[in-house]
């Protein structure tokens, strides 16, 4: 069947058809392809909103365990800060160390007084340390030492055979004493928030002479090569 295009309706027709197609034509480059890239953006935006929607449902789940963590090592950092006072207190230092000598019969040759150095978190106050006497006199000064109610480590030790009576060693080494000023103590962290400071204060004792553990000779020789504070576990 063949069109007469000369025939008025039949124009009519095939106008209204070129009049749709440029329209689709205009809808389709003007309206429907830009809108195309909004909507794959806007697609791609709340892919990423419900990953990180996931992503926070699985990690507030593990909240109150990492609350607890944190919790955890907040005690035993302040059990530490516990035996670290708030100042450098040289004579008491001097004091506790000839008392420990003399109660171990080692003779302290030479003690030097070495400025304080400070770190991020506390600040390390050491001491040259020059002394006499045997083998077994220095383990047990070194366990007094360990005992005594501040953290203590030392390094450089030097041990040397004495030159009077027999088995007379003598030791030259320095200790490290700490401190940490009251404005760098730690505060509790945020996410501790859900506790009162009465009751983050309640749950964090002071250790007591009974429960800090004591440190034995053998325990305190080993300052021969390391450290001498007892561990807090």
Not at 69 to 82: N, T
């Amino acid at each position: 069947m063949s069109l007469d295009f000369r025939n008025h309706k039949v124009q009519k027709i095939a106008g209204g058809i070129l009049i749709l197609a440029i329209v689709g034509v205009l809808w389709f480059t003007q309206v429907y392809s830009p809108n195309q890239e909004i909507i794959m953006e806007k697609r791609k935006e709340l892919e990423s909103l419900n990953n990180n929607l996931a992503k926070a449902k699985r990690d507030a789940a593990k909240l109150p365990l990492l609350r607890k963590e944190v919790e955890r090592l907040f005690i035993r950092y302040k059990l530490l800060e516990e035996l670290m006072p708030t100042t450098r207190d040289v004579a008491d230092f001097v004091d506790k160390l000839n008392i420990a000598a003399r109660e171990n019969n080692m003779r302290v040759r030479r003690l030097d007084v070495l400025p304080s150095e400070p770190t991020e978190y506390y600040h390390t106050n050491p001491y040259r340390v020059s002394l006499t006497g045997n083998y077994h006199e220095l383990g047990a000064f070194l366990e007094s030492i360990a005992n005594l109610k501040f953290v203590a480590t030392t390094k450089n030790f030097m041990v040397k055979k004495g030159s009077g009576a027999l088995e007379t060693i003598s030791a030259e080494f320095i200790i490290n004493a700490y401190h940490i000023p009251s404005e760098e103590r730690l505060q509790p962290p945020s996410i501790i928030g859900s506790s009162s400071p009465e009751e983050q204060e309640g749950a964090i004792s002071k250790p007591t002479a009974e429960a800090r553990p004591r440190a034995t000779e053998g325990d305190a020789v080993t300052a021969l090569s390391g450290g001498m504070a007892p561990v807090l576990d």
